[in-house]
């Protein structure tokens, strides 16, 4: 989308994210499977560390780090960390501003976990950053991490198009969807066009899906391989009419 950059989604969401998001995954659910994940990879009586790739506002970054983790926040967005940060329990998450297709962090810097959710790896659209992304990521994991990617599963037959819809009429405000799917070219685009008596609001997004199987083949050029797929974060497993998956990679031995 011209005009596009890694900034715009959390520039312009920044305001509305957690009224419009802050539900859209069971949080406790998704902190027990983290927490779990990174205590094996830390060992009995060591303090875990997690990075998130795009925390956004830390929705799942603050409660992490309430769980007792060490968690580091990297977002391209000042509006979203400095929401993450005016939030309680915001001082708790260590935020990195960056570009998660290279994570500006040093050499000696190591994870438990790598997280990245909600669809977030999806949100790197140009040719070959979702792979650099896995790529640094495993550069990025201490000895026994792992690397966890949650997405939606693509749909075999979404197709191209353009519609609108409405996702909010109130008397006060209209928020319209307007969607530009390119289903060869696995992208899809759109706007949320917030129209209210103060004015109007847009605010762009756009994604490049990959399918699980493409996510394990940009996973073993990374270095990475499949250790476990559930359909939800209560560990349930993944099923081929699961709508969703979270994948824990870790580093080929
Ligand atoms: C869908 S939100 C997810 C936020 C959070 N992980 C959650 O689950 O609620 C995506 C986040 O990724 C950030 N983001 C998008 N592209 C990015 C990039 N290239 N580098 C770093 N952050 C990025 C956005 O600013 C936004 O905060």
Sequence with gaps: MAGFDATTYGERFADVYDDWYHDVTDTGSCVDAVVALAHRSAGAGNMSSVLELGVGTGRLAIPLAEAGASVTGLDASHAMLDALAAKPGGDGVRTVLGDMVDPPLGPDATFDVVLVAYNTLFN??????????????AELLAPG????IEAFVPATDAASGDS?????????RVVLSVNRTDADGRLAM??????SEQGIRLRPWQIRWATPSDLDAMATSAGLVLDERWADWDRSPFTSDA??????YRKRP
């Design 164 to 172: 609108v819809t409405t996702r909010q009429v109130t008397a006060d």
């Design 190 to 195: 759109g706007q949320y066009i917030d129209i």
């Design 243 to 248: 709508p969703a998956h979270i994948s824990v």
């Design 124 to 137: 790197l659209v140009g040719e070959g950053q979702q792979e650099r992304c896995l790529r640094r990521s």
């Design 145 to 148: 991490g792992a690397v966890v």
